[in-house]
C-alpha cells in the first residue's frame, strides 16, 4: 500500500543525480565523433540529438532552481560518479530509467524520486516527476502529503561471496558473445536441468513489461510480489526435453543457476552493470526483504 513520505523537514540530506546526454558525452567532447555524426546523420536526426540534449539539461537547471527557490540544501552528482548514497535521505534522479536504476541499485531504505527530463524521448516508466509537475509534486513532498510506494526488488548474490545487490527492474544470465550458445544448469524447487539457450531472463513484477516480455514472459502488477524467469530460444536438438521453459513464482521462489561457460556473464538492470559468470559459478536470485521506496503517483 502507498505510505506517505517523510516532509522536507525530516529529509536533511538530497542528492540530485542526473546523466550527462548522449550528445554532451559522447559527441560534444570529441572533435571526431561529431564530424562522424554529421555524416551519417540527415540534418533531422541530428537536430533530435540535440534537441534531446538541450531539454535535459533545461529540465535539469528547472529543477535546481526550484530546489533553490525552497531553499532545500542539496548535493549535485553525475550518473557514474563515486557517490555514498547512504548519507541522503532524498534521492532525485533526473534523466530516464537508466538513472533512476543507478540510484535504485545503491539504497536500501532511502527513497528515490525520479524526474523524465524529456519525455519526448525517454521512457521514464519510473519517474513520475517531469519540468510540468516537479514543483506541485515537490510541494506536496515538502508537506509530507507525496505518496511513496514499495516496488519489490531481487536478491542477487554469488556462492563465493563476491557479489550482492538488490535488482529492480531485470537480470540476464547469457554468454557475453551474443551469438554463443548459454550452457547451464537451472534449478526451480527440485527440478534442476541441464539447458542451451540464448540466455534467461530473470524480472521483477516491475521489469516484467521489458525484456522479458519480449522473450515471452507476463505483464505483472507493478508491486507484485511474485516475479518470473524466461529462458530465451531454448535449443531444441535433439532429446531435448526441457521442464523449466519460464513461469511467474511466488514471492518465497527461488532461482538457482550453475554456469557451464567459460565466458558467461550476468547483467544487471540493463547493459551497465555486467558481472563475470564463468565456469562453475553459482547465483541465486530471489525477492529482495528490501523493496524500493519511490514517489511514484
Given at each position: 500500500m502507498p505510505?506517505?513520505?517523510?516532509s522536507v523537514n525530516k529529509v536533511m540530506n538530497i542528492l540530485l543525480l542526473y546523466k550527462n546526454s548522449t550528445y554532451a558525452g559522447y559527441f560534444l567532447s570529441d572533435r571526431r565523433r561529431l564530424a562522424q555524426l554529421e555524416g551519417l546523420l540527415n540534418s533531422e536526426e541530428i537536430k533530435r540529438f540535440r534537441r534531446t540534449h538541450s531539454n535535459h539539461f533545461w529540465s535539469l537547471s528547472y529543477v535546481e532552481a526550484v530546489l533553490k527557490s525552497r531553499k532545500l540544501k542539496f548535493t549535485k552528482a553525475c550518473r557514474g560518479s563515486s557517490v555514498d548514497f547512504s548519507r541522503y535521505d532524498l534521492i532525485i534522479t533526473v534523466g530516464g530509467d537508466g538513472t533512476f536504476l543507478e540510484a535504485a541499485r545503491q539504497v536500501k531504505d532511502t527513497i528515490?524520486?525520479?524526474?523524465?527530463?524529456?519525455?519526448?524521448?525517454?521512457?521514464?516508466?519510473?519517474?513520475?516527476?517531469?519540468?510540468?509537475?516537479?514543483?506541485?509534486?515537490?510541494?506536496?513532498?515538502?508537506?509530507?502529503?507525496?505518496?511513496?510506494?514499495?516496488?519489490?526488488?531481487?536478491?542477487?548474490?554469488?556462492?563465493?561471496g563476491t557479489q550482492s545487490m538488490n535488482v529492480l527492474n531485470d537480470i540476464l544470465i547469457c554468454h557475453q558473445n551474443p551469438a554463443a550458445m548459454s550452457r547451464y544448469y537451472l534449478s526451480i524447487g527440485r527440478v534442476r536441468e541441464e539447458q542451451r539457450s540464448s540466455g534467461v531472463w530473470i524480472a521483477t513484477a516491475a521489469g516484467s513489461s521489458g525484456g522479458i516480455h519480449s522473450a515471452g514472459g507476463k505483464v505483472l502488477e507493478q508491486e507484485e510480489k511474485s516475479f518470473q524467469y524466461r529462458p530465451r530460444e531454448l535449443y531444441r536438438g535433439r532429446n531435448m526435453h526441457y521442464k523449466l521453459k519460464g513461469d511467474v513464482l511466488k514471492s518465497t521462489g527461488k532461482v538457482t543457476m550453475t554456469s557451464l561457460m567459460r565466458e558467461g556473464v550476468v547483467f544487471v538492470d540493463g547493459s551497465h552493470i555486467c558481472l563475470p559468470f564463468s565456469f562453475g559459478a553459482k547465483i541465486f536470485v530471489k525477492r529482495s526483504m528490501n523493496p524500493l521506496k519511490i514517489i511514484f503517483e
Open positions: 505510505s506517505a513520505t517523510p528515490v524520486w525520479g524526474v523524465n527530463s524529456d519525455p519526448t524521448w525517454s521512457v521514464g516508466r519510473f519517474c513520475s516527476g517531469n519540468s510540468k509537475n516537479f514543483e506541485d509534486m515537490l510541494s506536496s513532498v515538502i508537506t509530507g502529503r507525496a505518496k511513496v510506494r514499495h516496488f519489490n526488488r531481487l536478491s542477487l548474490e554469488f556462492s563465493d
